[in-house]
C-alpha cells in the first residue's frame, strides 16, 4: 500500500460520494479544501446537479474521466457497493472519510489492487503532509 503522501501526491481527480451542497456539512467541507488546494472534485450524489462548480454525477459510473481516490461520505453499511463501484471503474483508492469503516469491503478492494484507507479525513491527513512540508 502506498503512504499518504504518495497517494495525495500523485492524485488529480477525486470523486466524493456523498457530497452535499450543504456549507454546514462535512462533505463541503472537506471538498472545497482539496478542490482549493488544486485537485479535481467530482459530486457523487444522485440529489445533487451541481457542488462546487463541479457537475454532479448519480454514481461513479457515469463519471466520463479517471478517478483516482473514491472518497465515501456515507454510513459505513453503505460502502461496500461503493467499493464495488469502485473497483468496476479501476479507481485507485478506496477512501473511508472518519468514522467510516468496513474490513469486508477494505479487503475486497485491496483483492482487487486498490489502495484502501477507513477512518481518516482526507483533508486532515493532506493538511498534515502539507505543515511537514512533504506537499
Known amino acids: 500500500m502506498r503512504t499518504f503522501e504518495q497517494i495525495l501526491r500523485e492524485t488529480k481527480v477525486i470523486a466524493v460520494v456523498g457530497l452535499s451542497s450543504d456549507v454546514t456539512r462535512d462533505s463541503y467541507r472537506v471538498?472545497?479544501?482539496?478542490?482549493?488546494q488544486g485537485f479535481r472534485v467530482i459530486p457523487v450524489n444522485p440529489n445533487e446537479q451541481e457542488v462546487l462548480g463541479e457537475k454532479?454525477?448519480?454514481?461513479?459510473?457515469?463519471?466520463?474521466?479517471?478517478?483516482?481516490?473514491?472518497?465515501?461520505?456515507?454510513?459505513?453499511?453503505?460502502?461496500?457497493?461503493?467499493?464495488?463501484?469502485a473497483i468496476a471503474v479501476k479507481a485507485r483508492v478506496v477512501w473511508m472519510?472518519?468514522?467510516?469503516?468496513?474490513?469486508?469491503?477494505?479487503?475486497?478492494?485491496?483483492?482487487?489492487?486498490?489502495d484502501v484507507v477507513m477512518d481518516r479525513c482526507?483533508?486532515?491527513?493532506?493538511?498534515?503532509?502539507?505543515?511537514?512540508?512533504?506537499?
Not at 471538498?31 to 482549493?36: E, H, M, P, V
Not at 479517471?66 to 460502502?79: G, L, N, T, Y
Open 31 to 36: 471538498a472545497k479544501y482539496l478542490k482549493d
Open 97 to 114: 472519510q472518519e468514522g467510516i469503516v468496513n474490513e469486508q469491503a477494505a479487503e475486497k478492494a485491496i483483492k482487487a489492487g486498490l
Open 56 to 85: 454532479a454525477y448519480p454514481n461513479l459510473s457515469a463519471i466520463p474521466v479517471r478517478i483516482d481516490i473514491v472518497d465515501i461520505f456515507r454510513r459505513s453499511e453503505a460502502v461496500p457497493p461503493i467499493a464495488d463501484e
Open 122 to 135: 482526507a483533508m486532515v491527513e493532506h493538511q498534515a503532509l502539507r505543515a511537514a512540508g512533504k506537499l
